[in-house]
């Protein structure tokens, strides 16, 4: 599954029960780069999608969670797919 969306971050930081500093430091930015990506405040560059998905990785998001989390953000956004 590709991550594309910024709005990915927060959740999976959440069902990791990771604080923003921890998440920063496994995703190698710093705490304000992390808190302006989870609000949609700074561009989800290339480099910031990468270092997202290899912290997905090494966190052992699985796809079933990443899938959880993608009908969350379309529950919330109204975007049903029943």
Known sequence: MKLNDYRYIRL????????IVKFADVMRVDEKTLRLLEKG?????????????DACKLLKVSEVELLSIR???AE???????
């Open 12 to 19: 999976v930081r959440q069902i990791r029960g990771l604080t």
């Open 71 to 73: 009908f969350l953000i």
């Open 41 to 53: 405040q700074l561009n989800f560059s290339p480099l910031y999608k990468a270092r997202f998905a």
């Open 76 to 82: 919330r956004d109204g975007k049903r797919n029943d």
